[in-house]
């Protein structure tokens, strides 16, 4: 699986567009799942990334094109990408917002601002201040994470594109849309050529079905 950490610090308040454009990306998970997918044109993701209060915002974009098995004759099924996507991802419980050394720094100031002002401030405040560990949420451990270098949160958005390739796939692709498949008997490329196989006759298979006689 794709293992591209970002500090979560690095990214502007305002966003930041992410650009995957390396096949590594996706071949290695394609390998490591087993995918018989083969990329035809350069898969592409296009990937907006803005911090807000209670988590992550990610807006993006994949394209390409890929060859997959048709569903009925295992023929190649060619398929466009085309694939746009909203994801918000909630900050994992426990956020530490800042790298571990800034965020003890400016804990003594914030605390002393919460007594001053009688209460504190959401996680991703202006300041990238502590959130309190009151923040559970079912956060995808392979998109975001609390740092295990003391980083603060750390995303994975690369992951995340997997993720929406994925869910691009078609569930049953075809070669084309009035593919005929294989004949189930001798398994012939309806396709390519036809056979006398659904001419006549009984499936062999259901022979034995013939000695049972209903009851009235």
Request: aromatic residues 6%.
């Amino acid at each position: 699986m794709n293992d591209n950490w970002i500090a979560l610090h690095t990214v502007p308040r305002a966003g930041k567009t992410l650009v995957f454009s390396d096949q590594a990306v996706w071949r290695r998970p394609l390998d490591e799942f087993g995918v018989p997918c083969t990329i035809l044109e350069d898969i592409k993701a296009e990937i907006f990334v803005l911090p807000l209060d209670e988590g992550v915002l990610f807006r993006g974009r994949i394209t390409g094109s890929i060859a997959l098995p048709c569903d009925r004759c295992a023929d190649e099924a060619r398929v466009k990408l085309e694939h746009a996507f909203d994801e918000f991802e909630p900050y994992p419980a426990g956020v530490n917002l800042l790298p571990e050394d800034e965020a003890k720094e400016r804990a003594p100031r914030q605390r002393a601002a919460q007594r001053k002002g009688g209460g504190r401030k959401s996680a991703g405040g202006k300041d990238g201040e502590l959130s309190g560990a009151d923040v559970t949420t079912d956060a995808d451990e392979a998109v975001i994470r609390n740092s295990p270098h003391g980083q603060g949160v750390e995303i994975n958005p690369a992951a995340l594109a997997w993720e929406e390739f994925s869910l691009a796939l078609p569930v049953k692709p075809l070669c084309r849309e009035n593919c005929l498949g294989l004949c189930p008997v001798c398994g012939r490329n309806r396709n390519l050529e036809s056979c006398d196989c659904g001419t006549g006759g009984t499936d062999p298979r259901l022979s034995v079905l013939h000695a049972f006689k209903a009851k009235a």
